[in-house]
């Protein structure tokens, strides 16, 4: 099983140029994530979606884009890159959450680190 | 708005000692809670998680946490580390609902011979 699939893996962009990060999960899971992880920071959520189609914003949306047209994917834009944006990006996903027998455990994919110069 | 607090951010145990890292959360509702672990150079993987029934919960490779309602803590134990534990340990909590996993900042843990 494949799980969840991020690629690029290894990235380096100048100031001011665009990227998307492509996420692919084979799970049938409802919720998609992206975190970013930074040295004495833990991992942060940009965005998350609840479902096709849908996107909300987490703790640190500021210059990040996503959409989930297909239920499959999820995708993370930076529209025009920062050295500050310079991370490790980390997709997750999950089944429903709040029901009896779930419990929200996320599935990580291997990364995909950023550097912006 | 929920948070994680990890106490240590980088432990230093030789190996055969034991081993707890704390972990509290700020919520005063029902919550699932979850220790996950990334080795150097790889992804999250889940170690352990806690969303009902007895308070102590066993996971992989011998390490176990306990959740005190009372502390809102889920502490990490393993009686014995060995060298290969050498990694960054996450603890983290979500809230019945939908709500997105909240993680604390992570420990650093290395374990010397």
């Known amino acids: 099983n494949a799980g969840v699939t991020q690629t690029p893996k290894f990235r380096v962009l100048k100031t001011g140029q665009s990227m998307t990060l492509l996420c692919a999960q084979d799970?049938?899971?409802?919720?998609m994530y992206w975190y970013r992880q930074d040295p004495g920071m833990g991992l942060r959520l940009i965005h998350y979606?609840?479902?096709?189609?849908?996107?909300a914003k987490g703790e640190v949306p500021d210059g990040y884009n996503v959409s989930r047209l297909k239920k499959q994917n999820f995708l993370l834009g930076l529209e025009s890159a920062a050295p500050s944006q310079t991370s490790v990006y980390f997709c997750a996903s999950s089944s429903l959450l709040g029901g009896p027998t779930t419990t929200g455990e996320l599935f990580f994919g291997e990364g995909s680190r950023l550097t912006v110069l | 708005a929920q948070s994680v607090s990890q106490h240590n951010h980088h432990v230093i145990l030789s190996e055969a000692a034991s081993l707890e890292l704390g972990c509290n959360y700020s919520?005063?509702?029902?919550?699932?809670l979850f220790w996950y672990v990334q080795y150097p150079g790889q992804h999250l993987q889940l170690l352990l998680k806690y969303f009902s029934g007895d308070p102590l919960v066993k996971g992989i490779k011998g390490f176990e946490a306990e959740f005190i309602k009372s502390k809102f803590s889920f502490n990490l134990r393993k009686p014995s580390v060995q060298w290969s534990d050498t990694a960054e340990y996450f603890c983290?909590?979500?809230?019945?609902?939908?709500?997105?996993?909240?993680f604390g900042k992570g420990t650093r843990l290395s374990v010397i011979a």
């Open positions: 799970m049938n899971h409802e919720y």
């Open positions: 919520y005063g509702g029902t919550v699932n």
């Open positions: 983290a909590v979500n809230a019945l609902g939908n709500t997105p996993l909240v």
């Open positions: 979606s609840v479902g096709e189609g849908t996107t």
